[in-house]
């Protein structure tokens, strides 16, 4: 059985292959819904889409193992490439391109490494130099 480990949680789970990310994750008590750089984290556990692929605050880094994982669907495309009429999934997205989920729409196949609430870099990083 595959494990999933929660590098910021310290959590490590065996889960069934095939299962969804957001599921075992919310099954293991880990918070996917951590808000914008924290901000807002309270509001993203009531107001989430619940899995359907349109919210995109379940997104998540997959440091190890995105080979395990499903290939992108149109839905989660959609969600990362499609800045309206939220912009902050996109702008999550940049940069992570090879390695960025959202947990709802990723099933495991093997073993993984997940950071959940990846840090947004809002303002560049040579914004003060
Ligand atoms: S829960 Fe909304 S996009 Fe995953």
New binding site residues.
């Given amino acids: 059985m595959p494990v999933v480990k929660f590098t910021k949680e310290k959590k490590e789970i065996q889960v069934q292959r095939g299962s969804n990310l957001?599921q075992v994750a919310l099954a293991a008590g880990v918070n996917?819904?951590q808000g914008l750089n924290g901000f807002g984290a309270g509001v993203n556990q009531i107001a989430?889409?619940?899995?359907?692929?349109?919210?995109?605050?379940?997104?998540v880094l997959i440091t190890k193992g995105i080979e395990n994982t499903n290939s992108m669907g149109l839905?989660?495309k959609i969600?990362f490439r499609v800045p309206v009429p939220d912009p902050l999934?996109s702008l999550a997205f940049i940069g992570h391109e090879e390695n960025m989920r959202?947990?709802?729409?990723t099933q495991v196949l093997g073993d993984l490494e997940v950071e959940t609430g990846p840090e947004v870099d809002l303002f560049g990083e040579n914004f003060f130099s």
Avoid at 48 to 59: D, I, K, Q, T
């Fill in positions: 957001r996917l819904y989430n889409c619940r899995g359907l692929g349109f919210c995109g605050s379940c997104r839905v989660e969600k999934p959202l947990a709802c729409k």
